[in-house]
């Protein structure tokens, strides 16, 4: 949106309110005030600076937003079944575990259901069963069922129950 488009739209918006008069004339002429204000600020260099300025930040939200969206997109019970496997080819791998649990909180409930979080969580628990002497793996157990606890909940908060629980789980696989 350029600079006269946007003078343009400021001096809508304050004829739109000043006529209708959403909370009162009062209201609307102050808010056409405002517009006219903005609208002859956008008319100087520093305005069109501001503007230049305030788009270029807007584009990289819409990138950062683009970007993230796509990467939501891939995360599925396929594509985190063949994250595991690596984890069970590498189980000493902190990156993956760290990719995994980040992975995890980006997913939508959708994808992973109640039902579905408990699957993963098992998975979580039974890599590190088969390998009890990796003590990241304690870590990623413990960060694998408080995303899991907190998709349970109702509130999404895990409770000092469920932390004793996944404390639990963790000791009895571990020997």
Not at 40 to 65: I, N, P, V, W
Not at 96 to 116: D, N, T, V, W, Y
Not at 132 to 155: M, P, Q
Request: glycine share 6%; net charge neutral.
């Amino acid at each position: 949106m350029n600079g006269e488009t946007l003078r343009f739209t400021a001096l809508g918006a304050a004829v739109f309110f000043g006529i209708m008069g959403v909370s009162g004339w009062t209201s609307g002429i102050l808010l056409a005030g405002l517009c006219f204000f903005f609208w002859c600020y956008t008319a100087t260099s520093a305005g069109q600076a501001f503007l230049k300025e305030y788009s270029k930040r807007t584009e990289e939200r819409r990138r950062e937003f683009e970007k993230l969206h796509a990467e939501r997109n891939k995360i599925n019970p396929q594509y985190m079944s063949q994250l595991f496997n690596q984890l069970d080819a590498a189980p000493g791998d902190s990156d993956l575990c760290e990719e995994i649990i980040r992975l995890l909180h980006l997913s939508h409930p959708m994808i992973f259901p109640k039902e579905r979080t408990r699957e993963v969580y098992d998975r979580a628990l039974k890599v590190l069963e088969e390998n009890s002497e990796i003590t990241n793996l304690k870590a990623f157990c413990l960060n694998v069922g408080r995303w899991h606890c907190g998709r349970v909940r109702a509130s999404g908060h895990v409770t000092i129950y469920d932390e004793q629980a996944i404390q639990n789980d963790i000791s009895v696989r571990v020997k």
